[in-house]
């Protein structure tokens, strides 16, 4: 009976583990819609998590686009199929490659710091003395980044998918013999408001996601400065992996027709 007690404990604790996640989510939702607000922590979490991954963001989205553009050029030729390149590169980076790269960059910066920020807090009772001082942890710490998250991550993803088609422009008309309007034609032809709007709703999600997984293994990490390491590695990867699946369910509810 040994394997099906092992198996049915890490059933129980995985249990366990979603719904004192869920309970965090829902108690931090909370702080959010309700006053009392602090302006000033929700704009400086703004500018930490969207100003300062502007240009990670940025670089990431406009390499991709023109290794892209590159590669569909590279495949179309292989059936004659290259005009199709405007078409593939704006739908693959709006819909797919945009929202999702940049989630994962913003991710890999920010979750990782809040982790870490939370956590240091944590294990040096800087958290205890908030509540000692009748300050709500989730109020002061927890509401201002998941709100900040939620807001920039869409302009964020706007800034990745304009930055990508332009970079599948720029390699396309000056390495692969494009004509720049007849390029940038095609590409508003076939990009459709529920590319963007899928991208959007996308974003906020991740970035939802991002400050949901920064804070919460943060906050109860433990056990010194190996703790915080890993509250931060638990972080990432868990962001990744919810990012990617919430990418999946988007995908299959939108498009799946």
């Known amino acids: 009976m040994t394997p099906f007690v092992a198996i049915g404990a890490a059933v129980l604790a995985g249990l366990v583990a979603i719904g004192r996640l ?3 989510a829902g108690r931090a939702l909370l702080r959010v819609v309700q006053p009392p607000w602090y302006p000033a922590q929700l704009l400086h ?3 930490v998590i969207g100003w300062l991954s502007l240009p990670v963001v940025g670089l990431t989205a406009l390499f991709t686009g023109s290794a892209l553009a590159q590669q569909i050029f590279i495949g179309g030729s292989r059936f004659n199929a290259a005009s199709t390149v405007p078409a593939v590169t704006v739908i693959g980076v709006v819909r797919e490659l945009g929202p999702v790269l940049g989630g994962l960059m913003v991710a890999g910066r920010v979750a990782s710091a809040m982790a ?12 205890d003395a908030l509540v000692t001082l009748r300050t709500d942890p989730f109020r002061w710490l927890v509401a201002p980044r998941l709100a900040a998250a939620v807001l920039v991550m869409p302009f964020l993803v706007l800034v990745s998918n304009a930055l990508g088609v332009a970079g599948g422009w720029l390699l396309a008309t000056q390495r ?6 007849q390029y940038l034609a095609t590409t ?9 709007i899928s991208s959007l709703v996308k974003a906020a999600v991740f970035g939802f996601i991002i400050a949901l997984m920064g804070c919460y293994h943060g906050y109860h990490s433990g056990g010194g400065a190996a703790g915080v390491g890993r509250a931060t590695t638990n972080a990432v990867v868990s962001s990744f992996i919810l990012i990617l699946l919430a990418n999946l369910i988007i995908t299959v509810i939108v498009f799946g027709s």
């Open 22 to 24: 869920a309970r965090f």
């Open 45 to 47: 979490q703004m500018w």
């Open 116 to 127: 870490a920020e939370l956590g240091t807090m944590r294990v040096t009772e800087q958290i």
């Open 176 to 181: 692969l013999g494009f004509n720049s309007a």
């Open 188 to 196: 508003q032809r076939y990009l459709e408001a529920d590319d963007v």
